[in-house]
C-alpha cells in the first residue's frame, strides 16, 4: 500500500503532504507528517515526527467528549465543536445543532443586570484573549428559551491563525435555589423577631413599666418604648 502512494506521488509529481505511521527499526510505530516538494529533477521530502502531539490530541479529544460539564469550542465566535454535556445542558436535539446556533443566542437577549449578552460575550471573549482565562457568573438560554445561571469560563486557545476559546460552564441553579431558601429563611426568623419585640413592648406599654432584656455578658438586647 506504501510502495502504491509513493508511486502515484511520483507520477503525479505534485506538493503533497501527507500523515501516516512508519515502523522504526526497533518496530516501534511512530505517527509522521510528510510533505514532498518536486523541482525539475528533484523531490524533498520532509518527515516530522508527531506522534506527542497525536497523543496529546487524543487525550484532550477525550478529555472534551467525556467531561462532565458542557464544554464548546469556538473559533472566530463560530461554535465548531461540543461535547454530549453541552447537549444535555442546552436541552439541543444533537451536537449538530449546537454547531449551527449562533453563540449569541446561547444567552437570553439581556444578562440580570441590563447589559447585552451579546455585548457581554464579545468583552469576555477580548479579555480571555489578552488574560488567557475569564470567569463570570452568566445568565444561559436553552433551546426552548428557558433560562438557567451558570458559572461560566472562557479560556483562549493558542493559535498561529485563528481566535480560538475554549468555553466551559457549571449550571449553578441549586446552589442559586439554596442561597435563594436561606435567605428567605433568614428573612423570616429576623421578621419573627421583630414581631416578638413589639409584642414585648406592647405589653410593657400596657403595664406602665419599663421591660428590658439582657444578654449573658449584662448587654441589653431589648428595651421596651417607655
Not at 461535547?83 to 444578562?111: F, H, M, W, Y
Not at 486557545?157 to 480560538?164: C, H, L, M, T, Y
Not at 442559586?176 to 416578638?196: D, G, P, Y
Request: proline share 3%.
Amino acid at each position: 500500500k506504501a510502495d502504491a502512494l509513493y508511486r502515484q506521488i511520483k507520477v503525479n509529481r505534485k506538493d503533497t503532504k501527507l500523515v501516516a505511521g512508519v515502523m522504526r527499526a526497533d518496530g516501534r510505530m511512530r505517527t509522521f507528517e510528510m510533505s514532498v516538494s518536486f523541482g525539475a529533477d528533484t523531490e524533498v521530502w520532509l518527515f516530522d515526527d508527531i506522534t506527542e502531539q497525536r497523543d496529546i490530541e487524543e487525550q484532550f479529544r477525550i478529555f472534551f467528549e467525556n467531561a462532565a460539564d458542557p464544554h464548546l469550542i469556538v473559533e472566530d465566535e463560530n461554535i465548531v465543536a461540543c461535547n454530549a454535556a453541552t447537549v444535555a445542558s442546552l436541552g439541543a436535539a444533537d451536537k449538530e445543532a449546537i454547531l449551527r446556533r449562533p453563540l449569541p443566542q446561547l444567552a437570553p437577549l439581556n444578562q440580570p443586570d441590563g447589559r447585552l449578552s451579546a455585548d457581554c460575550g464579545t468583552a469576555m471573549l477580548r479579555s480571555a484573549l489578552k488574560g488567557g482565562t475569564e470567569r463570570s457568573e452568566w445568565t444561559m438560554m436553552r433551546f426552548d428559551g428557558t433560562t438557567f445561571p451558570a458559572d461560566v469560563s472562557v479560556t483562549a486557545i493558542p493559535s498561529e491563525f485563528r481566535r480560538r476559546w475554549l468555553i466551559e460552564w457549571h449550571d449553578i441553579s441549586a446552589l442559586k435555589h439554596v442561597q435563594h431558601e436561606l435567605e428567605q429563611s433568614r428573612n423570616a426568623v429576623e421578621h419573627e423577631r421583630q414581631l416578638a419585640e413589639q409584642r414585648m413592648s406592647d405589653m410593657a406599654e400596657g403595664m406602665g413599666g419599663w421591660v428590658w432584656e439582657t444578654d449573658a455578658e449584662g448587654r441589653f438586647t431589648f428595651m421596651s418604648r417607655s
